[in-house]
């Protein structure tokens, strides 16, 4: 157990609709990343956040957002879903700017 | 720009067969940290090892090691007398330092035949 608790496991939407993936960091942890990992992209980093702020950006589309609250956990918000966005989700934490990342067990989004 | 290419796609072994996973990087940063993962079937990610672009000395964790050579751009992975649970995923990533994201390859997938 990696100490990152990612919310829910399991995920099953249709187009055009929003949903919120959530994400408990590892206590102690202050940065939080999202990642996304298809078969024909692999794992694409989306975003991380630092404190509460934001720290660096991937590719992460315009209809996606994220935001990481006082107390560390972090949502990420995917809009206008398209059948292209049924993907695991994962989302890791680490002590500090760029260190370990530990990961939690993500959540499979599918787009129907 | 940033790139990491891990160009073995997938490898198969025999148990207890030594077996060398390639990373190559790329980046324009004088600083950046490289890592290995590993995905397990079962689809979560565990981290396995951290190297700063600082230090070049190569490190052995039981029966993994780890070759990092700036010269070459490499990040090399060896697993010595492999074994059936080592078959997995793995990932190469390199964060470089400052305001920059995290790119990993592609992934190799490794086949441990008992």
């Known amino acids: 157990d990696s100490g990152v608790t990612q919310t829910p496991k399991h995920l099953i939407t249709a187009t055009g609709q929003r949903v919120t993936l959530r994400c408990s960091p590892r206590?102690?942890?202050?940065?939080v990343y999202w990642y996304q990992q298809s078969l024909d992209q692999g794992l694409q980093f989306l975003i991380q956040y630092y404190n509460g702020e934001e720290r660096a950006k991937g590719n992460i589309l315009e209809r996606f957002s994220a935001q990481q609250f006082p107390d560390l956990h972090s949502e990420l918000n995917l809009s206008s879903l398209e059948l292209g966005d049924s993907a695991l989700y994962f989302c890791?934490?680490?002590?500090?700017?760029?260190?370990?990342?530990?990961f939690g067990q993500g959540t499979r989004l599918t787009v129907v | 720009a940033q790139k990491v290419t891990q160009a073995q796609t997938e490898i198969s072994v025999v148990e207890k067969e030594d077996v060398t996973l390639d990373c190559v990087y790329e980046t324009r940063d004088t600083t950046y940290y490289l890592f290995w993962y590993k995905q397990p079937p079962s689809g979560e990610l565990v981290f396995l090892i951290r190297?700063?672009?600082?230090?070049?000395q190569n490190e052995i964790s039981g029966r993994y090691s780890w070759n990092f050579q700036k010269s070459t751009s490499s990040f090399n992975f060896t697993i010595t007398a492999s074994q059936v649970v080592d078959s997995a995923v793995y990932f190469c990533?390199?964060?470089?330092?400052?305001?920059?994201?995290?790119?990993f390859g592609i992934g190799t997938k490794l086949q441990v035949i008992p």
């Open positions: 990533a390199l964060h470089s330092g400052g305001y920059q994201k995290v790119t």
């Open positions: 890791a934490s680490s002590e500090g700017v760029v260190a370990e990342a530990f």
């Open positions: 206590s102690g942890d202050l940065s």
């Open positions: 190297r700063n672009s600082f230090d070049e």
